[in-house]
């Protein structure tokens, strides 16, 4: 049975380390019939410090929630010029593309010459 955008959540997984392997990165398991999200949304939950009473008189902590929004660079790549998309990665703390592009082939040519395999 095929989803529809409007009712297919997302939902957001880890890997089990118990399986001898964690980036610790989160992963997204997308069925075949639907898309990778552009954007997600995200509630950040932060306890305050302070309690309110529960339904049975319990004390429960007060937590404020932040919306936050993620997007995926790869679209942001293809729908903006260079320049406006360099600036986004600098905003966010990382290098402009072309300097990214040149380090990590850098460091690829050197993974390769340790191994033994010149480029």
């Not at 990778?36 to 929630?65: A, C, K, Q």
Request: hydrophobic content about 35%; proline content about 7%.
């Amino acid at each position: 049975m095929s989803t529809t955008k409007d009712n297919w959540i997302p939902e957001i997984c880890y890997e089990d380390e118990s399986e001898g392997f964690s980036a610790n990165l989160p992963f997204i398991p997308v069925p075949a019939e639907e898309k990778m999200p552009s954007i997600l949304y995200i509630f950040e939950s932060r306890e305050t410090g302070e309690f309110e009473p529960g339904p049975e008189g319990e004390d429960l902590p007060v937590t404020e929630m932040d919306l936050h929004q993620f997007c995926d660079m790869g679209v942001l790549k293809e729908k903006l010029s260079i320049d406006i998309y360099d600036a986004v990665r600098l905003v966010l703390g990382l290098e402009k593309m072309q300097s990214a592009v040149t380090k990590g082939q850098q460091i690829t040519e050197n993974i390769r010459k340790n191994l033994g395999q010149q480029l």
